[in-house]
């Protein structure tokens, strides 16, 4: 059985840093694109950060653009994602993705509170 298990979440002050993993088991992940999506209380899901199997190349959304970072290793068979600079409006449920042509596995996600 596929499992992606996300873990690193919790609460931050704003303007501070938290690092997200997602370690995947079951399937060959060195092949399958990456993401990290979040979805906020009364929100849609949306697409934070992406990057591509095998060259890792990196894309994200325009709200979170300098100041997160994703990143892979395929030997550990984890995705992070680095946050800095976190603001209140980063509060969410974050979840990884796993994908590769229409196969799609999903984490359970990982709770982000950015408070003072």
């Known amino acids: 059985q596929v499992q992606l298990v996300e873990s690193g979440g919790g609460l931050v002050q704003p303007g501070g840093s938290l690092k997200l993993s997602c370690t995947a088991s079951?399937?060959?992940?060195?092949?399958?694109?990456m993401s990290w999506y979040r979805q906020a209380a009364g929100k849609e899901r949306e697409l934070v950060a992406d990057i591509s199997s095998f060259r890792g190349v990196t894309s994200y959304a325009d709200s979170v653009k300098g100041r997160f970072t994703i990143s892979r290793d395929n030997v550990k068979n984890t995705v992070y994602l680095q946050m800095n600079s976190l603001k209140p409006e980063d509060t969410a449920v974050y979840y990884c993705?796993?994908?590769?042509?229409?196969?799609?596995?999903w984490g359970q996600g990982t709770q982000v509170s950015v408070s003072s």
């Open positions: 993705k796993a994908r590769r042509y229409t196969a799609e596995y």
């Open positions: 079951r399937f060959t992940f060195s092949s399958y694109a």
